[in-house]
């Protein structure tokens, strides 16, 4: 039987949906952009809405008019500050999280069905699993000194134990019924884990690379804050220094939409991969 | 009758202990039982009577802690695809669609492709599930998902099928179609089959031979041989006897087990 999820596309829905979605922050914001105009709070520490805005377009468009004969349309499109800054730290946080995910995976893999292999790794991971990513910094900078090294290692390490922890529990947690299915069929060995233990246990997988993706991503922005010269978190602090405090809240925001695009893209993903999941009704 | 000439599942003197934190429990004491070609035996019993225990027995699953199960010749040490098993939760991987459920087997058979599509393309024809081939699990009513169960046992081409209370979980309508659609099934391949059920009237329906068991220790109370013809007719006067005497024995058991518990309540009260 196949359920149907409760849509209602009539358009009247949609509005309705639509205000209610947007009725907080609008209301926030014009209050925001009130207090700012009337002159209550200097716009030093908190600029209005609009300044933000503008300061936000600027940021994001191209420093120099398009010129032909140096640059095709679409690098000059993306040849601004934002874009740049956008994409290095999308493109630390994707290597970061593919080391430290790299990792984890086959680690526990290899705890989650090995009894022996669990019991030598478990006491050292318990201990080192509450150490917060950015205790790391002074040793990361220590061993890595300054540049991408040093935020690689700190955004794999963000990645590397939400990943760890779910997939040695998806491993274990593994339903016996299944164990017993595959038995009965005649499943062994590497055909047992590929087929039946690794798939058994994706949704597990799949919910600590989401939990990695997210820490991996606040590992970046403060990876960037102390080690390179470009990307978010080094783009606020830099505007801190020049009391651009309408830079820094346009920065802030694109990092909170940038987060907002990668946990989707994640799901979408997941989606995806569990799409034979009871969970999902689709 | 054929099971004397040539047994296909022998239980020897089969008794199964499980060892708890504070008691152990006899589950199964001093079992025998000789499954001969062909046949379609039914353990009907009460719950917790150790008829699933002992079906793991033959599978495999569980070994007995004294006595053998011989199955195909073999002592059975370990599950294998030469014991077929369906489960009550269909225990079907929803990973894999309808489709590959099936071919698994085979796969792990190491078939040719062609022949593998060949035989899961005739498996699914037969069990009317041909438009469901590339639907996943979920997307199944129990009664599906269940044939799908049914068509990966049969993937597997061993000649017994263990079933645990394989329909316990459907509606009265489906269940009478499945029992129905195995019966002809049960024919046509010449199966052997041990099944475990609950129902009296199941057991009737289907097995050449019903084994009644006692409560705890689990053990054999009587074995009846049915041998009406099939289809059977649950209205019959011969059906209607037959389900009051097996009525009888499973009656007596209950009462026996409801003794038992409130012995044992008012040991524990005091």
């Known amino acids: 039987m196949v359920v149907q999820a409760p849509t209602n596309s009539k358009p009247a829905e949609i509005a309705r949906r639509t205000v209610q979605i947007l009725l907080v922050p609008a209301f926030l914001l014009l209050l925001w952009e009130t207090l700012s105009r009337l002159g209550v709070i200097s716009p030093q520490i908190l600029p209005s809405p609009t300044r933000v805005l503008l300061k936000w377009i600027e940021y994001a468009c191209p420093l120099e008019p398009y010129d032909a004969t140096q640059t095709g349309r679409l690098a000059w499109l993306f040849s601004g500050e934002l874009p740049h800054d956008a994409l290095a730290t999308i493109f630390r946080v994707t290597v970061g999280f593919l080391i430290g995910a790299g990792l984890a995976l086959p680690l526990g893999l290899l705890m989650g069905s090995t009894k022996s292999f669990y019991a030598l790794f478990n006491p050292l991971i318990q201990i080192l699993r509450p150490i917060p990513p950015i205790a790391y910094i002074p040793l990361a900078i220590l061993w890595f000194g300054l540049g991408n090294p040093p935020a690689f290692f700190l955004i794999s390490l963000g990645a590397f134990f939400p990943v760890l922890m779910n997939t040695i529990s998806g491993v274990r947690n593994v339903d016996s019924i299944y164990i017993r299915a595959a038995q009965n069929i005649g499943a062994t060995g590497s055909t047992m884990f590929l087929r039946v233990i690794l798939p058994a246990a994706t949704p597990y997988i799949l919910t600590g690379m989401r939990v990695g993706v997210g820490v991996a991503f606040i590992c970046v922005i403060v990876a960037e804050m102390m080690a390179v010269n470009n990307g978010l978190g080094f783009r606020i602090l830099e505007a801190r220094e020049y009391f651009w405090s309408d830079k820094i809240i346009a920065g802030m925001i694109t990092i909170g939409f940038l987060g907002l695009a990668i946990d989707a893209g994640m799901d979408k993903i997941n989606r995806h991969l569990l799409r034979w999941h009871r969970s999902l009704g689709c | ?270």
């Open chain 2, 1 to 270: 009758m054929a099971e004397h000439a040539s047994p296909l599942v022998l239980v020897e003197k089969v008794g199964k202990i499980f060892f708890g934190r504070q008691r152990q429990t006899l589950a199964l004491e001093d079992i025998d039982l000789s499954i001969g070609q062909g046949e379609f035996i039914c353990i009907l019993g009460p719950s917790g009577c150790g008829k699933s225990t002992l079906l793991n027995a033959i599978a495999g699953f569980s070994l007995p802690s004294s006595g053998r199960v011989v199955a195909n010749g073999k002592t059975v040490t370990a599950p294998g695809p030469d014991r077929a098993m369906v489960f009550q939760e269909y225990a079907l991987f929803p990973w894999m669609t309808v489709a590959q459920n099936v071919s698994f087997g085979l796969e792990i058979k190491k078939l040719p492709p062609d022949e593998i599509r060949k035989r899961v393309d005739a498996l699914l024809e037969k069990l009317h599930l041909r438009e469901f081939r590339d639907r996943f699990p979920k997307h199944l009513s129990g009664g599906m998902q269940q044939r799908v169960a049914i068509a990966r046992a049969l993937a597997l081409d061993s000649p017994i099928m263990l079933m645990d209370e394989p329909f316990g979980a459907l509606d009265a309508l489906t269940r009478r179609n499945l029992q129905e659609e195995l019966l002809r099934i049960w024919m046509e391949f010449k199966k052997t089959i041990v099944f475990v059920t609950h129902s009296i009237e199941e057991s009737i329906f289907l097995a050449n031979r019903v084994v009644a068991m006692t409560y705890r220790p689990g053990s054999i109370k009587k074995i009846i041989p049915i041998d009406l013809p099939y289809p059977r007719e649950n209205s019959s006067v011969e059906f209607i006897r037959l389900q009051q005497e097996l009525t009888q024995l499973v009656m007596e058991e209950q009462l026996r087990h409801q003794k038992a518990e409130t012995a044992a309540s008012c040991e524990s009260d005091v």
